[in-house]
């Protein structure tokens, strides 16, 4: 089918969609539940967080309090009940539950009054994970072990975060270190030795709660958000099970969101617009894929409630409708398509792990194979599969990486973990991530460990690398001016880097304390050329406005909100998923998709 024809068709549906929704019936107008949040003493409490939620699985709407106090939600579909929460760091949640509106009526009003926090405990306990992170980092002299330390304490999960400070022994250190590095999060030697002691000293609450809330009295330690934050509408849909994993996400032209969970092999369909939570799951065919994936092993890795065969990870449309998605563990690239919810599974010719995909202006894939150092290309008009082995930094790099297929063979019949997990020794190879296709159709990429981006030519496959003035640049995108922007995944920054040029700028988050930021992505609205960047260690979304170099932070109401991927819907909403991994740590336990609106949720 040519190019012409499949736009054609997509354009089709989309308009009929639009026809079908323009003709149904109005729905009705939902719940409006509205209030004002005050201190004990009746004065206003501005800024404060105010989340609904309702249903089965749960689905929330927050905003917030305007100077007055007051807030109101947009029309909420269910007639609840509802559990309301009230949050702001300095003052004592306040939650509700079994909230409804009286027999007959559309509208709940809400007076409710918060509490100081005056305990420094429960305070610090409130900040969000890169305060608490920050302590450790200002123990580390060496700027080298601290980039390290970021770099790869945050692979997967927050730091800083109350699960991973909880106390532990030596003995449990080097448990927790040995299956970080059987996940890939290699430490050096000298920095895996100061971890048990570098963590202890650091989170233990005789000294982190008074360095954390030194300042708790003064007005400016925990001021509420710029006006312009408290405008928005925040939205959370929990997705999945407390086993899952929500990795990446994608925004349909149709409307509907499309999220890969990674450990249960399953892809998830949402569709925000309609009344309550409609959602559908579908299951990745297993085939005679075994549990791990061309990486089983008697030492399999993975938690014990991982049912990850293929471990879906990656996500974007194709110019026909069609999802495809990099099957990371079963080492393959994944076509669904939406109306027969049919599967097309294409394995690898080279290389392990496919990671990021995205396509270029003729329909064909790029994608980048994070363990074995490739970039691929699949054209899916025509079957051919290509890739490159991109270079290595060291000859020690080079080898391991040729020896990587007959390591994973020996792996399938001898238990390998010491050789990553036990001895340490911080042995990294380069990971190529993120990657993006230029509007010259030059296809760009990040080494992630080897702090170098490069571009490959679409026709030649030659490749050329160019080092990063910053460290570990991740998922990059190209905005509608063909500039470059690139988060610093350990180096709490973005970078704006002009191809023609080869110059880069960069620009340096607003998040206290300095350096303790981990922005594991960032997209942009080619709309406006706004950059919304993952603020993935501090509960946040980042937005930044190159014209005026301004950025604003926008809290977001679940703690621990590890966000790895972000997309764009027709009216501007920001998408993202809350991926912590485990699971388990997140506030409340389950995985969740977030939507932002700026421009929604005013309660003024």
Not at 516 to 527: C, G, I, N, Q, W
Request: a negative charge; glycine letters at 10%; hydrophobic letters at 40%.
């Amino acid at each position: 089918m040519s190019e012409v024809s499949i736009g054609s068709r997509v354009a089709l549906r989309l308009a009929l969609l639009a026809l079908l929704g323009a003709a149904a019936p109005a729905a009705a107008a939902g719940v409006r539940v509205t209030g004002r949040v005050a201190g004990e003493t009746g004065a206003p409490v501005a800024g404060a967080m105010v989340t609904v939620s309702y249903g089965v699985p749960i689905r929330s709407a927050t905003v917030f309090t305007s100077d007055a106090g007051r807030f109101e939600l947009p029309p909420l579909p269910s007639p609840g009940p509802y559990t309301v929460r009230v949050r702001r760091i300095g003052w004592r949640d306040v939650r509700r539950t079994d909230v409804s509106p009286a027999t007959g009526r559309t509208e709940l009003p809400l007076e409710l009054v918060m509490q100081r926090e005056t305990d420094p405990a429960a305070l610090a306990a409130q900040l969000p994970a890169n305060r608490w992170f920050g302590l450790a980092l200002a123990r580390m002299e060496d700027p080298a072990q601290r980039e390290e330390l970021v770099r790869q304490c945050t692979y997967c999960h927050q730091q800083g975060n109350p699960a991973t400070r909880l106390e532990r022994e030596d003995w449990q250190w080097e448990k927790v270190l040995s299956l970080m590095g059987r996940m890939g999060g290699m430490l050096s030697s000298e920095v895996r030795a100061q971890v048990p002691a570098l963590f202890r000293a650091a989170y233990d609450p005789a000294h982190a709660v008074p360095a954390l809330t030194a300042r708790m009295h003064e007005p400016d330690f925990a001021p509420p958000p710029a006006p312009e934050v408290r405008r928005a509408l925040l939205e959370e849909w929990e997705l999945g099970e407390r086993s899952s994993m929500q990795h990446d996400l994608t925004v349909h032209p149709d409307g509907h969101i499309y999220s890969v969970d990674m450990t249960q092999d399953k892809l998830f369909r949402l569709d925000p617009s309609r009344p309550g939570v409609a959602m559908e799951a579908f299951d990745v065919p297993r085939g005679d894929m075994p549990l791990g994936g061309v990486f089983a092993s008697g030492g399999q890795p993975l938690p014990s409630n991982s049912n990850a065969h293929h471990g879906p990870h990656s996500i974007q449309v194709a110019p026909d409708g069609a999802l495809w998605i990099t099957l990371a563990l079963g080492n393959e690239l994944a076509r669904f398509d939406p109306e027969t919810a049919g599967w097309t599974i294409h394995p690898l010719e080279d290389g392990f792990y496919p990671h990021t995909l995205r396509f270029d202006a003729r329909g064909r894939i790029w994608y980048t194979v994070a363990a074995s150092n490739h970039l691929g290309m699949l054209d899916p008009a025509t079957g051919e599969m290509r890739s490159v082995r991109l270079p290595a930094r060291t000859y020690g790099q080079a080898a391991a990486l040729r020896l990587l297929p007959a390591l994973l063979w020996l792996d399938r019949h001898v238990d390998l973990r010491g050789m990553a997990g036990e001895g340490g020794g911080g042995f990294n190879l380069p990971v190529p991530y993120g990657i993006d296709v230029a509007p010259d159709g030059g296809v760009w990429f990040s080494q992630l460990n080897e702090h170098r981006i490069g571009r490959l030519d679409p026709d030649t496959f030659s490749y050329e690398m160019i080092d990063t003035p910053f460290s570990a640049p991740r998922r990059l995108r190209f905005d509608s001016q063909g500039k470059l922007w690139i988060p610093g995944f350990s180096s709490g920054l973005i970078a704006r880097f002009d191809p023609a040029t080869r110059g880069f700028e960069t620009f340096e988050l607003p998040i206290e304390p300095r350096g303790s930021e981990t922005p594991y992505a960032l997209h942009v609205d080619r709309k406006t050329d706004e950059v919304w960047i993952c603020g993935t260690n501090s509960d946040s979304l980042i937005r930044f406005q190159p014209a005026s170099e301004r950025f604003t932070v926008y809290p977001l109401p679940t703690r621990v909100s590890y966000t790895r991927e972000i997309d764009f819907d027709a009216q501007g909403r920001v998408w993202t998923s809350n991926s912590n991994a485990p699971t388990w740590q997140i506030e409340g336990g389950y995985p969740r998709v977030i939507r932002l609106d700026p421009r929604g949720g005013d309660g003024s």
